[in-house]
């Protein structure tokens, strides 16, 4: 069974910085497609980016040019860097490998 942790997340102020981790309890991050979602209450989750194996990079449109999306793979570590954040980055933020996710770290953006 694959384990999937986040960490990172907090408050922070509009215009600040965020760096998330996801690691993982395996090395599944180099053989499988992994992303980034994000939910706030009442709303579906949505895809915010992902990360293929060999390292190519998929990023929304409404985080592009703030958030990146990149990889530790000796750490079995997966980093999402969010920049110049907005009120509209705040949910809680998950982990996604196939059918395995983590518990998600929020992420509270004042404005």
């Known amino acids: 069974q694959v384990q999937l942790v986040e960490s990172g997340g907090g408050l922070v102020q509009a215009g600040g910085s965020l760096r998330l981790s996801c690691v993982a309890s395996t090395s599944i991050f180099s053989f499988n497609a992994m992303g980034w979602y994000r939910q706030v209450p009442g709303k579906e989750r949505e895809l915010v980016a992902t990360?293929?194996?060999?390292?190519?990079?998929y990023v929304e449109d409404v985080v592009m040019g703030r958030f990146t999306i990149s990889r530790d793979a000796a750490a079995n570590t997966v980093y999402l860097q969010m920049n110049n954040l907005k009120s509209e980055d705040t949910g809680q933020y998950y982990c996604n490998v196939n059918t395995h996710w983590g518990q998600g770290t929020q992420v509270t953006v004042s404005s």
């Open positions: 990360m293929a194996p060999g390292g190519s990079v």
